[in-house]
Nanobody
Framework: DVQLQASGGGLVQAGGSLRLSCVAP????????VAWFRQAPGKEREGVSCMSTTDGTSYLVDSVKGRFTVSSDRPKDTVYLQMNSLKPEDTAVYYCAAARTTDDVMDERSVEHWGQGTLVTVSS
């Protein structure tokens, strides 16, 4: 079942920016770690970033460091993935996921809640 809602995807030119949002309509993201995964056409899903909504610690994979940032707005109970300097190779369906710890949330087998995915297309 889809328990998170991801939004904000779209079509953008290379070098452009998008901000993805992740919310949990039926529960609070407090005390969860939230991750962003992506799956490009013909490729396996990969973890891109994660953060703890409890203490704000975050992690980004090397391929997006310096371009993407992850943040949360606790009053809005929303986690964001700000994507700048987008490249065509960033084209993918992006999913948000939640688990109790940052280690768990980056392991697909340990994810407790998934979002439905939002498509990001970067044109060259």
């Amino acid at each position: 079942d889809v328990q998170l809602q991801a939004s904000g995807g779209g079509l953008v030119q290379a070098g452009g920016s998008l901000r993805l949002s992740c919310v949990a309509p039926e529960f609070t993201l407090d005390d969860y770690a939230v991750a962003w995964f992506r799956q490009a056409p013909g490729k396996e899903r990969e973890g891109v970033s994660c953060m703890s909504t409890t203490d704000g610690t975050s992690y980004l994979v090397d391929s997006v460091k310096g371009r993407f940032t992850v943040s949360s707005d606790r009053p809005k109970d929303t986690v964001y993935l700000q994507m700048n300097s987008l490249k065509p190779e960033d084209t993918a369906v992006y999913y948000c996921a939640a688990a109790r710890t940052t280690d768990d949330v980056m392991d697909e087998r340990s994810v407790e809640h998934w979002g439905q995915g939002t498509l990001v297309t970067v044109s060259s």
